[in-house]
């Protein structure tokens, strides 16, 4: 089987847009210039370019090929320099305790991958680090507006709230939020934002 992700990036076009997550760059201030940040799945770039134009060092970590090179081509357009590596989420390691702060913006991945995910996510970040995240409620099957069509690929608020027990919680929202993000996210979507101090 084709990677779907690979396919969906293989057009000259950026299917979700240059600009960055709005969640991301209202929240961008929390991380300090020349800090090390993470973005997984990153898909074609745009929040890893936009981070490291704010002085960051970045690596965007995704599973398409394809949408590593448009990460790269992005970065180049606009002068800056970001790390990019091929990972299976899912399966592959990532280094531990490595960034300060670790981003992922509608991240879809199947219920049952979805905790070795986050997982993962908060174990690439230093004890003191930041984990930001945006990811579609299971609502958003009713909303059409972008994301996966099946609840199995969205997110329940219940399990975030679980799994950030023990952490320091900065910012926890479900709800409704405005996306125009390329032909794929536009339009009111629901949505699910967390970040955590580890």
């Known amino acids: 089987m084709g990677n779907p992700w690979n396919e969906r990036f293989g057009s000259e076009q950026y299917v979700y847009g240059e600009e960055p ?38 690596t965007a970590y995704d599973y398409a090929l394809n949408g590593l090179k448009k990460t790269e081509a992005l970065a180049e357009n606009n002068g800056v320099k970001i790390k990019t590596e091929q990972k ?19 991240g879809h991945f199947a219920k049952q991958d979805q905790k ?12 003191g680090g930041i984990v930001m995240l945006e990811v579609y409620s299971e609502d958003q099957v009713q909303y059409e507006t972008g ?19 023990g952490y320091k919680v900065l910012h926890f929202f479900y709800g409704e939020q405005e996306r125009i993000e390329g032909q794929l996210h536009t339009g009111t979507g629901h949505v699910i934002q967390v970040i955590l101090e580890k």
Request: contains cysteine; hydrophobic residues 45%; glycine residues 6%.
């Open 21 to 58: 997550n709005l969640f991301i760059k209202n929240q961008a201030h929390r991380l300090e210039k020349g800090r090390k940040v993470v973005c997984f799945a990153e898909g074609e770039g745009r929040n890893a370019v936009y981070l490291a134009k704010k002085g960051l060092d970045v």
């Open 88 to 106: 299976d989420l899912i399966h592959d390691s990532v280094p531990s305790a490595e960034f300060d702060a670790a981003i992922m913006v509608f």
């Open 116 to 127: 070795t995910v986050y997982d993962k996510l908060v174990s690439a970040v230093k004890p």
């Open 147 to 165: 994301g996966p069509r099946t609840v199995d690929m969205l997110y329940d608020p219940a399990d975030l709230l679980q799994w950030v027990k």
